[in-house]
């Protein structure tokens, strides 16, 4: 098991004894598992029990042959290359030598394209000699296409031993009609999970031993329509009232305004100090003791979290070892709204500052610009950005997205920040904006007294105008201004060495010297692995590699790419789509049309998740070219237009001089003689 993933996402949740027992229900799942059908679907709105059923399910049937995984989903995993790597985790559940056979892509351990992994994995799991149920839980988060795509491909082509089960609040976009259709799947609906009037009576009066008539339980049944949250709060608040009758006779309302009135009567029964307790602590999506502590300012935050458990109060462990738990996500929503918008603001800030001391950077700044702050949240992120490791992922669309969060003005009070801002919009290609914040930090430093730090500002800001004016064409005005920055770096600043490396090989390339700009490309490779940033690291070795194509060494190129691909060790993060497509040209250059395809799609998705649209345009143009070659002008012409419209969001003119004439040559293949003559125009 990668020690990097979250364990708590494969915990199958335990189902006890003392819970009611549902046979009808486990009769229609047994039934499905039977007669080998694909499918089981649970969906149903929140709190109807979807997760609970399928746990009790899988304890009645845990002494038989069969092998059990589970998939707890959260919309993270809408990264395609993290729910492959969570879902391919899940199956190794059932065998840990499961997909040994692709050594050549697990062993680095990044995913390969979709459809080879799912075809891999089908090829792998028909040869088990046990049925295999694999469950993925919350399937309503999972809002991507090509997630949805890939389950599609793998529910038509999973063998006979394996049994797919989706708890979800929404039916997912499979093709539902054609399963139901060929009685491949079994459905279990809000209708069939709804507590029947004799399962009600039995929750409240054997599970939640309560001391009620059956009339009274037939009644509540009644006007909970059968919903399991409704029915658990209403059994909560019977065990701490006086006068149950009463309760009885006058509760009643919708669904909506039933939580809000039964988490009231759950509530005021605890002692005030775990009612502060549940409030300060509703606003974190998980949470341990330490944090507890930390936003509590308690010292016994463990024997709350134990009591809160053992009280059913809607906490659930993330974890067998009782470390990690979360709220019921409704019972949560329902406590944060007791607190007024400066006390969340205050706990966000204290979640942010607990996130980042113990190294969970991104979690840090999300609790920060939840709080509300500016200029607290511009704090957290300087510091985050500055950290090596934070580019180290190469998701530059995360990276804007927080600096699109925080106001200009605070921006420019902050000149480290406006230089990180710059480096992080160059990167995204958004080279307007990033040299509109080094205007902003080159005005700063003229205010600035003289020092070290400001010195050290003046250098990366003439490196990163460096880059800039390499984009533009400008290459004496980057080889300056990359050297003078070199000789003020200390040395022991790799990333910023490896920047200019990265500068130093563009140079190189635009003046066709293409040994010293392979060269300075694995300078700047070597430099950025020494800095500990894989983005840098894999970046600069597959510019290497396109500059060693055009040598028209394509076996070295290649040799490149899985040096580059090496790097990641285990995450597959979106500068590995740079290395994706770049393999994908050579394997186009070598007339191998579906490896091109497969690599250069997931190459151009990798990208674009990362917010690198140069790297999705280089994919793009080799996917017109592919188009092209098997006579699919129109497919080719779209995807023209589409990198063309990239390109023109760039507002670089000699990258959109040096892509027309591509895509001139590319119309004159195509026989489009018009729009080529207009270019030449």
């Known amino acids: 098991m990668n020690p990097r993933l979250l364990t708590t996402k494969f915990y199958i949740p335990h189902w006890r004894t003392s819970d009611i027992a549902r046979p009808r229900l486990i009769e ?13 679907l649970i969906s149903a709105p929140a709190g109807y029990g979807k997760t609970t059923i399928v746990a009790e399910w899988i304890t009645s049937i845990r002494n038989s042959s069969d ?5 707890s989903l959260d919309s993270a995993d809408n990264d395609p290359g993290r729910f492959f790597t969570y879902f391919l985790a899940a199956l190794r559940h059932v065998d840990e030598a499961f997909g040994e056979k692709q050594q050549r892509f697990f062993s680095l351990p990044q995913l390969p394209p979709a459809t080879l992994l799912i075809d891999d994995l089908l090829n792998d799991l028909s040869v088990l000699n046990a049925t295999v149920i694999l469950v993925l839980d919350d399937y309503h988060v999972i809002t991507n296409p090509a997630i949805h795509e890939a389950l599609e491909y793998f529910v038509d082509h999973q063998p006979p031993c394996v049994h797919l089960v989706l708890t979800t609040r929404q039916d997912p976009p499979l093709p539902l009609a054609r399963l139901r259709a060929r009685r491949q799947m079994t459905e279990l609906r809000a209708r069939d999970l709804r507590f029947t009037p004799v399962e009600a009576r039995h929750f409240l009066i054997e599970a939640m031993q309560l001391n009620i008539a059956e009339d009274a339980a037939n009644a509540l049944e009644e006007r909970t329509e059968g919903w399991a949250v409704g029915l658990q709060l209403v059994g909560l608040a019977l065990q701490g009232t006086a006068d149950a009758e009463r309760f009885i006779k006058t ?6 305004y039933v939580l809000d009135y039964l988490a009231e009567e759950v509530i005021a029964q605890q002692r005030e100090d775990v009612r502060v307790f549940l409030s300060q602590t509703s606003i974190l999506d998980q949470f341990n003791a330490d944090l507890c502590s930390a936003l509590t300012g308690r010292a016994d935050s463990q024997l709350i979290i134990d009591h809160l458990e053992k009280a059913n109060l809607f906490i659930i462990p993330l974890d067998d070892e009782r470390v990690w738990y979360r709220y019921h996500h409704l019972f949560g929503d329902y406590l944060a709204t007791w607190l007024n918008e400066s006390e969340q603001a205050a706990l966000y800030k204290t979640a942010s500052a607990w996130h980042e001391a113990n190294e969970m950077l991104p979690e840090a700044v999300r609790y920060a610009l939840a709080s509300g702050d500016h200029d607290f949240s511009a704090g957290v992120i ?19 997205a927080w600096l699109d969060a925080l106001p200009t003005q605070v921006l420019q009070a902050r000149p480290q920040l406006s230089l990180h801002a710059s480096r992080i919009f160059y990167l995204a290609s958004q080279f307007e904006l990033a040299e509109k914040h080094l205007a902003q930090v080159e005005d700063s430093l003229k205010t600035l007294p003289e020092s070290q730090e400001r010195e050290q500002l003046q250098a990366l ?3 990163y105008s460096g880059s800039i004016a390499c984009v533009h064409g400008e290459i004496e005005q980057a080889l300056e201004k ?12 790799h990333l910023a060495h490896a920047r200019a490396f990265f500068n130093l090989g563009q140079i190189c390339e635009l003046s066709d010297q293409t040994d010293q700009a392979v060269n300075n490309y694995l300078l700047s490779s070597d430099a950025a692995r020494a800095a500990g940033v894989k983005f840098l690291a894999i970046q600069a070795r597959c510019s290497a590699a396109q500059v060693q194509i055009s040598q028209g060494h394509l076996s070295l190129a290649e040799q490149t790419c899985w040096e580059a691909i090496d790097f990641a060790a285990d995450d597959r993060i979106p500068p590995l789509g740079l290395a994706y497509v770049v393999m994908g040209g050579i394997a186009l250059e070598r007339n191998d049309l579906q490896l091109a395809e497969q690599l250069l799609q997931d190459g151009i998705a990798l990208s674009r998740q990362g917010g690198l649209m140069d790297n999705a345009v280089l994919g793009l143009s080799s996917i017109a070219r592919l188009r092209a070659y098997l006579g699919d002008v129109e497919g080719a012409l779209a995807t023209v237009q589409d990198a063309r419209a990239i390109i023109q969001a760039f507002g670089v003119p000699l990258m959109a001089s040096h892509a027309e004439a591509f895509f001139a040559r590319l119309n004159l293949y195509l026989g489009q003689r018009q729009p080529a003559d207009q270019w030449a125009a």
């Open 382 to 400: 300087d510091r985050v950005v500055n950290q090596n490791t934070t580019w180290s992922s190469g998701n530059i669309a995360l990276l804007c």
């Open 461 to 463: 800001t003439m490196l």
């Open 482 to 493: 990359t050297i003078f920055a070199q000789s003020k770096l200390p040395k022991d600043n």
């Open 251 to 256: 509760f009643s309302g919708s669904h909506r």
């Open 67 to 71: 092998r059990f995984c589970w998939l």
């Open 28 to 40: 229609q799942l047994d039934t499905g598992l039977h007669e080998s059908k694909k499918l089981t």
